[in-house]
C-alpha cells in the first residue's frame, strides 16, 4: 500500500535568481528534522542557506523557520570563511564571499549542539547557446517544448538542471540530466512539458545550471519520487542529500546562465 507523504517546501532569495525545489518526506508521524537548503552560484552574491524543519502529516502545510543556527561557509580552495547573518527568521545570508568557478565550499551549520555539515565543488560553466523549439502533435494536441542548445564539453563529466520560465512565471516541473551518452556531443534535447503549453509569441527563458555529482544525484532521486510516470516502488525515500547527520535538504555550488527564445 503507498505511504502518504508530505511535502516540504521552501524558497532561497537571490539577489537576480530565484528556485523553488521541494524536500520530500516519507513520513506520516514521525520527529521533527531538520531542513537545509544552501545555494551558491557564479552570479554576485548575497547567497542564502534557508533552515526549517519538517512537520507531521495532520498538521498545517507550514514549515516553521529555524532561528538561532551558526551558519558559516567556507571557500576551502581559497580559505576564505565567513559567518552568514540571520534576517529574517531562518534566513541566513553570506555579505562577502562569492561563488567561483572550480572552487570547493563548505557549509556547516551547528545547533543546539549538533553540527551539520556539506561539502560542493562549482563546476565549470558550459555556454548555452540558444533556445530553439519543437512541437509534437498526436491524439488530437498539438504541445510545444523548449529545446536548450549547447555543446558538451569532450571528455568531461557533466551535470546539467534545467528550469523553464514562461512570460517570466516558474513551471514546477525541472528537468535533469547528465553527458553519459552524449559526452563531447552538440545536446539539442527537448524539455517535456506536461501540462505548461507554450502558445505563438509566447516568451521561454530557460535557466542552465552545470552541478556537482552528488547535488545532480539528489534531484535524480527528486525527479524519480515526484514524477507520476516513473517507476519509483510503492514506498517512495528522500532523496540522497550531501548533507551530514540526519539533516535534510542539500548544499549545491553550481553555474547558472539563462537564455530567452519567443515561439513564433
Keep these: 500500500m503507498r505511504k502518504k507523504i508530505i511535502f516540504s517546501s521552501f524558497f532561497v532569495l537571490f539577489l537576480q535568481f530565484s528556485c523553488t525545489k521541494v524536500v520530500q518526506v516519507n513520513v506520516k508521524n514521525a520527529a521533527k528534522q531538520l531542513v537545509i537548503q544552501g545555494n551558491i552560484t557564479n552570479v554576485q552574491g548575497p547567497y542564502a542557506v534557508k533552515i526549517s524543519e519538517t512537520v507531521n502529516y495532520a498538521a498545517d ?18 580559505g576564505m570563511k565567513e559567518t552568514l547573518k540571520e534576517f529574517p527568521a531562518g534566513n541566513y545570508y553570506t555579505s562577502n564571499i562569492q561563488g567561483i568557478e572550480t572552487h570547493t ?16 565543488t562549482m563546476p565549470k560553466q558550459v555556454p548555452l547557446d540558444s533556445v530553439s523549439f519543437q512541437t509534437n502533435t498526436g491524439f488530437g494536441t498539438s504541445i510545444t517544448n523548449p529545446i536548450p542548445n549547447f555543446r558538451d564539453p569532450v571528455g568531461e563529466k557533466n551535470y546539467y ?3 523553464q520560465f514562461i512570460n517570466q512565471k516558474r513551471t ?38 552545470c552541478l556537482d555529482k552528488n547535488v545532480y544525484n539528489y534531484f535524480n532521486e527528486l525527479v524519480s519520487i515526484t514524477d507520476p510516470n516513473s517507476n ?9 542529500t550531501n548533507l551530514s547527520n540526519g539533516a535534510l535538504g542539500y548544499f549545491s ?3 547558472v546562465q539563462r537564455k530567452r527564445g519567443v515561439f513564433k
Design 61 to 78: 502545510n507550514v514549515y516553521p523557520p529555524v532561528s538561532g543556527a551558526l551558519v558559516v561557509i567556507e571557500d576551502v580552495t581559497n
Design 105 to 120: 565550499y563548505k557549509l556547516s551549520v551547528t545547533l543546539n549542539g549538533k553540527t551539520y555539515t556539506a561539502t560542493s
Design 161 to 163: 538542471q534545467f528550469i
Design 172 to 209: 514546477k516541473k525541472f528537468f535533469v540530466f547528465d553527458d553519459r551518452l552524449s559526452d563531447g556531443k552538440y545536446i539539442a534535447r527537448q524539455l517535456f512539458n506536461d501540462s505548461a503549453y507554450i502558445q505563438p509569441l509566447d516568451t521561454v527563458d530557460i535557466e542552465m545550471q
Design 232 to 240: 519509483q516502488s510503492s514506498t517512495p525515500t528522500n532523496p540522497t
Design 253 to 255: 555550488t553550481h553555474t
